[in-house]
């Protein structure tokens, strides 16, 4: 429920506040007083964009202030809970803060926390209902006119089962389609990874080889110097007289006469013996070494065409050959992938073939209990439009079956209006003047008195185009819609305003060349005087006072 609007510096308003209580809320006044700004400020805070030549002249901001008191099940309650928006002292209240400001500085508060516009119109949605002459568009959209029968006939939960489905259905589409494409890709992308796939199987490189392969590289392009280095040095080792293993056996022969003489010389001894052994294992070693260098030129070119093409899957799959082998590696997955994919793509057709008739069994039922439905809104709209003055008026919900499921399931829907009988019915736009819309749009509400979560609602002039016995039975209507929430009704009818628990009179004055705006709550005579001033415009006398008297008598 809406406790408090608080206007400042918003067009002709400077500063004012409309204080409302529950029931039936009537705001009056003149024409051109500035009660459709009010209309603009309550927008703003449920986070309609904001214009910012609607700030009054001379200010550098506007700002609109709103309490609401929000009930245990209020969807707006939990979101701020969600979003850890509730005011600590009290968790059933929702202060909102719209400030408008040049430059793209305006500013967004709930609870006293800064707020985005869009988080604003996303806790304030389902909060206020505005119906006015200026916003019949809901009303004369035909998408919209589905929701309308599904809140009339309780079909909540049908509609969540079917929504449920029906994104069930659009996420396997999805992914069936996303598996057709990658089939469809596979051909190109399947010959490329196997190409791919067989130069790395067919080089098959090792961690580590590539150091092996330069060493022999190195060795085999040396050969010719090696062999004859070995050789060169075993040579001197062992050949000729001057060779130290011949001079070392001939120190050896030596010591081996003088060891008897002195025992120190059988230590000297064996160490020049493990040194000409040594020595003669090191020309042997040399000698094998040159015998086993590989002069082989075909070696050479294969070692390095081997190092060549390690060479090439490296700078193809990144900087070391650990690279190339991740990459045989992600390359093989991919193909068994796409070895998988006739599986997949069979796989994605049941899934949505499934949710399909998931989607199908849930629409079929959702279109059985629209069908009962429409049968009771027609009826009971057409009673509340006789109510309404409009005897030869009915209305028929036509529900259209539609080739294939859609997001609404398997029609489509649009409510028609006969307004006289025996013209035929045609859509509400196309029939019904704004006066006849009001009262249409009044009906539909009375209809939905019982379904409707809305707390509080606005009706901006509704009773255009009407007076008399249609007007006393639009206010009749309002109170009864006021028996089950708020109701703030904008009217220029007295025998509406005198229905109203709470007179809220807009009243334009003119001060140093300034024109503002004020609300006053009425009470006792000064509600008399607004309801005579109603009713007899400015020559106000006994007689109009005593009836503006037994209206406010009769509520």
Not at 514 to 526: E, F, M, N
Request: glycine fraction near 8%.
């Amino acid at each position: 429920m809406l406790q408090a609007l608080t206007i400042q510096d918003l067009a002709i308003i400077e500063d004012t506040t409309l204080e409302l209580s529950d029931g039936l809320n009537v705001l009056t006044g003149e024409t051109g007083a500035g009660k459709s700004i009010i209309i603009e400020a309550l927008s703003l805070v449920l986070g309609d964009r904001a214009e910012v030549d609607l700030i009054r002249r001379g200010r550098e901001r506007a700002e609109v202030s709103a309490l609401f008191r929000l009930g245990p099940d209020s969807p707006a309650r939990a979101r701020l809970l969600e979003l850890d928006l509730v005011d600590s002292d009290d968790a059933d209240q929702l202060l909102v803060r719209r400030v408008v400001a040049p430059h793209g500085k305006g500013r967004v508060y709930v609870n006293g926390r800064p707020a985005t516009v869009g988080t604003l119109a996303a806790l304030t949605r389902g909060l206020v209902d505005v119906s006015s002459q200026h916003q019949h568009t809901q009303l004369l959209d035909p998408t919209s006119h589905l929701d309308i029968l599904d809140r009339f006939g309780g079909l909540r939960r049908e509609r969540d089962a079917y929504d449920r489905a029906w994104a069930a259905l659009q996420a396997a589409k999805s992914h069936e389609a996303a598996v057709q494409k990658r089939a469809a890709e596979r051909a190109k992308r399947e010959d490329f990874v196997r190409f791919q796939l067989a130069e790395l199987d067919e080089v098959d490189p090792k961690i580590g080889e590539e150091d092996e392969l330069e060493a022999e590289r190195g060795r085999l392009a040396h050969a010719d110097r090696l062999v004859a280095g070995a050789s060169e040095v075993a040579a001197l080792l062992r050949d000729g007289g001057g060779a130290p293993l011949e001079k070392l056996s001939l120190a050896l022969r030596t010591l081996d006469r003088l060891r008897a003489f002195d025992p120190q010389i059988s230590a000297l001894h064996d160490r020049i013996e493990a040194a000409r052994i040594e020595l003669d294992d090191v020309a042997q070693d040399l000698r094998a070494y040159a015998r086993a260098v590989d002069l082989d030129p075909r070696r050479l070119d294969a070692v390095t065409e081997r190092l060549d093409a390690l060479k090439r899957l490296k700078k193809k799959h990144g900087m070391d050959l650990a690279a190339a082998l991740t990459a045989r590696d992600a390359l093989r997955v991919e193909l068994a992938r796409f070895e998988s994919l006739d599986l997949d793509i069979a796989d994605a057709a049941k899934a949505r073939a499934k949710a399909h008739e998931l989607a199908t069994v849930t629409a079929k039922a959702l279109s059985s209990a629209r069908a009962a439905a429409k049968r009771d809104l027609e009826a009971k709209v057409s009673v509340e439009l006789h109510g309404l003055a409009m005897t030869g008026a009915e209305i028929r919900f036509a529900l259209e079956a539609r080739d294939a499921l859609g997001p609404d399931g398997f029609e489509e829907g649009e409510i028609n209006i006969q307004t006289n009988r025996g013209e035929g019915f045609a859509p509400l736009a196309k029939v019904a003047s704004g006066g006849e819309l009001s009262r249409v749009l009044l009906a539909l509400k009375r209809a939905l008195m019982h379904v409707d979560p809305v707390a509080t609602c606005i009706f901006d002039e509704v009773d255009a185009g009407t007076g008399g016995a249609v007007g006393d039975m639009i206010g009749k209507k309002l109170a009864e819609i006021a028996g089950e929430r708020q109701v703030l009704c904008i009217t220029h009818l007295a025998s509406i305003a005198a229905r109203g628990k709470t007179h809220l009179k807009v009243r334009k004055t003119t001060e140093h060349d300034r024109t503002a705006t004020h609300v006053d709550r009425l009470d006792g005579t000064q509600r008399v005087d607004e309801v005579a001033r109603m009713l007899g415009g400015l020559d106000i006398t006994a007689k109009t006072l005593a009836m503006a008297k037994e209206l406010l008598a009769r509520r």
